[in-house]
């Protein structure tokens, strides 16, 4: 493996990289019997990454990173290019949309944190920073008076520069004031404390460049270490595990449904600035993203729903109110009393004796009486009678009088005289 870890080096691969392509390197002898992979072909290699999927239930892009840790040792290490490596399967990753807090969920967890912890948070959720980038932040990095911060070495080996939250500038200010007194004191114990990693062999260049004040990590560790190659007392800057289990903990006790994390604020960042009107343009260049594509999957995580789409029932008003069921019943309906009509005589039956006329008006003959009553609205008074369905009362009396079709002719003069 120190001929995989060398090769790695040689094309400047991050540290995590090489870590992780070594694993799975050794994953893939392990699983074939310590065989050497020259002697190992398309198929065991379409067989270990079938066993990662289907025995292991790994997900496409740790099945992808395992792919591409195979195809660097066939190809930069064994040099060998055959045909079968560019006809491997790659799984396809799902989209994953990231988890978002909004400004109060961010402001419950940041009072949650205490100490170093909640002030790195808090530059995680100011400045969209990951959480190694800030970490690895050093003195000559954060420019207070320019309100600048300047990311090295990112992700993807690029520099790149963000904004410095300006409510944050009196705690950084205190705070870098504590870390100079810090390094004074370690200088103060003699030649060999002070000192701090530099990077690559910038050691080699600038010699005394590991005890000046600009290289110190600005959030540096309690304690030291001795480096053993040089013998020199080194301070490495604040552990990110540390962070990661305080605000975990500061999660849990805001009770917020979410599985929240440090990268949680870098999302946050990122969807506030675009709630506030900020351009695609300008949140690629503040995150880093080589790509804009990258920067758009947080448009589907606006306060606005997916895509930006206003529901239709915010459009029905005020729904505070309990909605009734049609299925309970509608309250009872108190009957009407409708006015009760005297029977009308017929021929078989005895004519009721009619009222005690006054001396002024006479008694009505028996026609008259019958047309007089007030028929009930929607009844048929006498439905055998056709002349009263196309004539009015004087037709039907007509009808009643001449019978037959000059009935007829006679109430439909009727009706045309009623209209």
Same mark, same amino acid.
Request: charged share 25%; hydrophobic share 35%; with cysteine.
């Given at each position: 493996?120190?001929?995989?870890?060398?090769?790695?080096?040689?094309?400047?691969?991050?540290?995590?990289?090489?870590?992780?392509?070594?694993?799975?390197?050794?994953?893939?002898?392990?699983? !074939?019997?310590?065989?050497?992979?020259?002697?190992?072909?398309?198929?065991?290699?379409?067989?270990?990454?079938? !066993?990662?999927?289907?025995?292991?239930?790994?997900?496409?892009?740790?099945?992808?990173?395992?792919?591409?840790?195979?195809?660097?040792?066939?190809?930069?290490?064994?040099?060998?290019?055959?045909?079968?490596?560019?006809? +491997?399967?790659?799984?396809?990753?799902?989209?994953?949309?990231?988890?978002?807090?909004?400004?109060?969920?961010?402001?419950?967890?940041?009072? *949650?944190?205490?100490?170093?912890?909640?002030?790195? &948070?808090?530059?995680?959720?100011?400045?969209?920073?990951? /959480?190694?980038?800030?970490?690895?932040?050093?003195?000559?990095?954060?420019?207070?008076?320019?309100?600048?911060?300047?990311? %090295?070495?990112?992700?993807?080996?690029?520099?790149?520069?963000?904004?410095?939250?300006?409510?944050?500038?009196?705690?950084? /200010?205190?705070?870098?004031?504590?870390?100079?007194?810090?390094?004074?004191?370690?200088?103060?114990?003699?030649?060999?404390?002070?000192?701090?990693?530099?990077?690559?062999?910038?050691?080699?260049? /600038?010699?005394?460049?590991?005890?000046? +004040?600009?290289?110190?990590?600005?959030?540096?560790?309690?304690?030291?270490?001795?480096?053993?190659?040089?013998?020199?007392? %080194?301070? *490495? !800057?604040?552990?990110?595990?540390?962070?990661?289990?305080?605000?975990?903990?500061?999660?849990?006790?805001?009770?917020?449904?979410?599985?929240? =994390?440090?990268?949680?604020?870098?999302? &946050?960042?990122?969807?506030?600035?675009?709630?506030?009107?900020?351009?695609?343009?300008?949140?690629?260049? /503040? +995150?880093?993203?080589?790509?804009?594509?990258?920067?758009?999957?947080?448009?589907?995580?606006?306060?606005?729903?997916?895509?930006?789409?206003? =529901?239709?029932?915010?459009?029905?008003?005020?729904?505070?109110?309990?909605?009734?069921?049609? +299925?309970?019943? =509608?309250?009872?309906?108190?009957? #009407?009393?409708?006015?009760?009509?005297?029977?009308?005589?017929?021929? &078989?039956?005895?004519?009721?004796?009619?009222?005690?006329? &006054?001396?002024?008006?006479?008694?009505?003959?028996?026609?008259?009486? #019958?047309?007089? #009553?007030?028929?009930?609205?929607?009844?048929?008074?006498?439905?055998?009678?056709?002349?009263?369905?196309?004539?009015?009362?004087?037709?039907?009396?007509?009808?009643?009088?001449?019978?037959? !079709?000059?009935?007829?002719?006679?109430?439909?003069?009727?009706?045309?005289?009623?209209?």
């Amino acid at each position: 493996m120190d001929c995989v870890s060398a090769e790695l080096r040689t094309h400047h691969y991050s540290p995590r990289t090489e870590d992780a392509y070594s694993h799975w390197i050794r994953r893939f002898i392990r699983f !074939h019997r310590m065989r050497h992979p020259r002697d190992l072909g398309a198929a065991e290699v379409t067989q270990f990454l079938t !066993h990662l999927a289907v025995d292991g239930h790994c997900a496409a892009a740790t099945q992808n990173q395992a792919l591409a840790a195979l195809l660097f040792l066939y190809r930069r290490v064994l040099h060998i290019d055959l045909p079968w490596l560019d006809g +491997l399967v790659r799984a396809t990753p799902r989209e994953h949309l990231p988890v978002v807090l909004d400004r109060a969920e961010v402001a419950a967890v940041l009072a *949650h944190l205490t100490g170093l912890p909640r002030l790195l &948070s808090s530059l995680l959720y100011g400045a969209g920073l990951r /959480l190694l980038e800030a970490c690895h932040l050093r003195m000559k990095d954060i420019d207070i008076a320019r309100s600048c911060i300047t990311v %090295r070495a990112g992700k993807g080996d690029k520099d790149r520069q963000t904004v410095l939250p300006a409510p944050l500038r009196q705690a950084l /200010l205190q705070h870098r004031s504590e870390v100079e007194r810090q390094h004074a004191a370690d200088l103060q114990r003699g030649p060999d404390w002070g000192w701090v990693e530099l990077p690559h062999a910038l050691g080699r260049k /600038l010699p005394n460049a590991g005890r000046d +004040l600009a290289w110190q990590w600005f959030f540096p560790a309690t304690r030291t270490y001795l480096h053993a190659e040089t013998g020199q007392r %080194r301070r *490495h !800057h604040f552990h990110e595990s540390a962070v990661q289990k305080a605000v975990h903990l500061a999660v849990v006790r805001s009770r917020i449904p979410k599985r929240a =994390s440090c990268h949680t604020f870098r999302h &946050s960042f990122a969807t506030h600035l675009l709630e506030d009107g900020y351009d695609l343009r300008t949140i690629q260049k /503040l +995150l880093g993203h080589a790509d804009v594509r990258t920067t758009m999957i947080y448009t589907h995580v606006l306060n606005r729903g997916p895509h930006g789409v206003r =529901s239709p029932l915010e459009a029905l008003g005020d729904l505070s109110q309990p909605p009734v069921s049609p +299925l309970v019943p =509608s309250p009872p309906v108190s009957p #009407v009393s409708l006015p009760v009509s005297p029977p009308v005589p017929t021929d &078989s039956s005895p004519a009721p004796a009619p009222a005690p006329a &006054s001396a002024s008006a006479p008694a009505p003959e028996a026609d008259d009486a #019958v047309a007089s #009553v007030d028929p009930v609205e929607g009844v048929d008074p006498d439905p055998f009678d056709d002349a009263s369905d196309s004539g009015g009362d004087s037709g039907a009396d007509g009808g009643r009088e001449r019978g037959g !079709h000059a009935g007829g002719e006679v109430g439909g003069g009727g009706d045309d005289d009623a209209c």
